[in-house]
C-alpha cells in the first residue's frame, strides 16, 4: 500500500462544500451511585418535582409540559448559549416576520410522543473577521469578536418516558456544525446533582451504514488541530503571534485500496503518529478534529468516527433526497419528514420495546 503525507499550515478558516449532513446520536441516563440504567421518568421526577400540577394527580402531559418549558428555557436565552473553548454559540431560531412578535421555530408543548424538535440557529465567533461585498470587494463591514456568524440548524430529541435512552438528531454542515456544543449542554442539562448523569455516543442505523459503506475503500485520513504561534523575536518572522490550523492527511496512493474493515488497524498505526513544531508535540490522536473519506466506485463518501474509533458513514441529506436551495439552505420541512421517519428504523435498533410505527 502506497501511502501520502500530506501537511497543510492554514489560517482559520478555508473553504469546503456547504452541503447538508445528518448526525445520530443516543444519549443514556446513569445512576451514579451503582452505574445502572436511570430513566426519564426518574430524572423529571427528581429535576421537576411536582411538574408545576398542584391538583396531585400528575399526568405524562403533565411531566412533558414540565419538561418542554424547562428544557426551551434552558436554550432560549437572551443571548447565545456559548462554549468559550470552542469559540461557537446556538440559540433556538425565531421566524422574524416583521410583527410585533417573533414565532419560535419548535415544536408544540402539547406534544405526546416525547419529541422536541425544531430549528436552532448558531455558529461560531470570537474570531475577528470582516464581511465583503461579493460585486464590490471595497464595501466591508467589520466581524468583532462578540459576533456571532449563523446557520440554521434542525434537531430531533426523543426521551420516551420509561426508558433510559434517548435518541438525539441534529442536522449540520459539511464544514460547520452546532453538535458538539449541543451535546455539551444536553451533557448537563440530562442529569440531577449527583445522581444521575448521562453518556452520549454516535449512532447510525444499520441499514444506512451497509447503504453507505458496502463496496467502499479507504481513500484518506485527516488530522486537523488548532496550533498557536507566537511573536517571533528572531526576525525571520515578521508576525505578532499567528493561530494557525494544522492539517495532516494521509491518503492511499495504491491502485488496490484497503477495504473500508481493515481501516481501524490502519488508524490504530497513524494515530500514534507525532507532530513537532520547535519544542511543541502533539500526538495525532489528540488532534482536535478527525475525520476521512471513503470511495464507492467514482463517489466519494465521508465518514467519522463513533467512540471506539469504528467507522461510522456521513448522512449527506442531498442524498436522501432533501432540496437544497441556492442560497444554500436546505429544504427543513423535508429533513423534518425523514427525521421523523428514520426515527422509527432507530428506535427498532435501540429500543425495539418502544418501536412504534407512526411518529
Not at 60 to 65: A, G, M, P, S
Not at 173 to 182: C, F, P, R
Amino acid at each position: 500500500m502506497g501511502l501520502l503525507f500530506l501537511v497543510i499550515y492554514q489560517a482559520k478558516i478555508y473553504l469546503m462544500a456547504h452541503d447538508p449532513k445528518l448526525e445520530i446520536y443516543k444519549l443514556q441516563l446513569i445512576n451514579k451511585d451503582d452505574g445502572r440504567a436511570a430513566t426519564f421518568r426518574q430524572l423529571f421526577r427528581k429535576k421537576f418535582n411536582s411538574y408545576g400540577n398542584t391538583t396531585g394527580t400528575i399526568t405524562n402531559e403533565d411531566i412533558f409540559r414540565a419538561y418542554y418549558k424547562s428544557f426551551v428555557s434552558s436554550i432560549d436565552l437572551k443571548g447565545y448559549n456559548v462554549d468559550r473553548g470552542k469559540r461557537k454559540g446556538f440559540t433556538l431560531a425565531y421566524e422574524l416576520n416583521g410583527g410585533p412578535t417573533a414565532k419560535s421555530l419548535i415544536s408544540s408543548p402539547t406534544a405526546t410522543n416525547w419529541i422536541i424538535c425544531g430549528i436552532l440557529e448558531g455558529g461560531k465567533h470570537g474570531i475577528k473577521r470582516s464581511l465583503g461585498e461579493v460585486s464590490d470587494k471595497k464595501k466591508q463591514t467589520p466581524i468583532h469578536t462578540t459576533n456571532l456568524v449563523a446557520d440554521r440548524y434542525f434537531f430531533l430529541l426523543y426521551t420516551p418516558l420509561e426508558h433510559s435512552e434517548a435518541v438525539l438528531m441534529i442536522q449540520g454542515y459539511t464544514e460547520a456544525k452546532i453538535s458538539d456544543v449541543l451535546r455539551g449542554h444536553l451533557g448537563g442539562y440530562f442529569k440531577h446533582k449527583g445522581e444521575i448523569t448521562n453518556k452520549t455516543e454516535i449512532f447510525v442505523p444499520q441499514y444506512l451504514k451497509e447503504k453507505y459503506l458496502n463496496g467502499a475503500k479507504f481513500k484518506s485520513i485527516q488530522f486537523t488541530s488548532g496550533w498557536a504561534v507566537p511573536p517571533d523575536n528572531s526576525g525571520t518572522i515578521r508576525q505578532k503571534g499567528y493561530e494557525l490550523e494544522v492539517r495532516i492527511e494521509i491518503k492511499d496512493k495504491s491502485q488496490k485500496k484497503s477495504d473500508y474493515r481493515e481501516f481501524s488497524d490502519l488508524l490504530k498505526i497513524f494515530s500514534k503518529g507525532i507532530f513537532q513544531q520547535g519544542n511543541k508535540k502533539k500526538e495525532l490522536e489528540a488532534f482536535e478534529g478527525k475525520k476521512a473519506k471513503m470511495v464507492n466506485g467514482s463517489k466519494e463518501a465521508p465518514i467519522q468516527f463513533d467512540n471506539h474509533d469504528e467507522v461510522i458513514p456521513v448522512i449527506l441529506l442531498k442524498d436522501e433526497g432533501i432540496d437544497v436551495g441556492d442560497d444554500a439552505v436546505p429544504n427543513f420541512d423535508q429533513i423534518n419528514q425523514y427525521c421523523h421517519k428514520l426515527l422509527g428504523d432507530v428506535i427498532k435498533e435501540v429500543m425495539p420495546e418502544y418501536a412504534i410505527d407512526d411518529l
